[in-house]
């Protein structure tokens, strides 16, 4: 995927930010928890907004009803992500934080110097 971005970095988005930005062939990050899953390729995963957004994944994802975790994948554009791989964020996770910490810093021009938005 050669679409510009410098290795390793990519945006941290929740739901309303993926739906409402033109996202397409850009890797991402979505923090959020699993609702549910097809069992095939659809993951239903609802980010720290509370928005939900569909993630294509492999038969062999590991789904756990509810588990925090972070989805790195490739959006879409569609706005679905395509899973390229997730980890486990633990118990206790606090989504409405998180959510604030990237909407009002690490998407926020003021701060373009230190996070490069």
Not at 30 to 45: H, N, P, W, Y
Request: glycine share 12%.
């Amino acid at each position: 995927m050669s679409n510009g971005q410098p290795d390793g970095a990519f945006p941290r988005l929740n739901a309303s930010m993926l739906n409402a930005g033109n996202w397409d062939s850009t890797i991402v990050s979505i923090v959020g928890k699993a609702v549910s899953f097809d069992g095939m390729q659809t993951l239903e995963f609802e980010c720290a907004d509370g928005g939900k957004v569909q993630v294509q994944v492999g038969p062999d994802f590991n789904f756990e009803h509810g588990k925090a975790m972070e989805i790195m994948g490739a959006a879409n554009e569609d706005k679905t992500v395509q899973h390229f791989i997730s980890r486990d964020l633990g118990e206790g996770f606090d989504f409405s934080n998180y959510n604030q910490l990237i909407t009002k810093v690490l998407n926020n021009s003021k701060y373009s110097d230190l996070f490069g938005v």
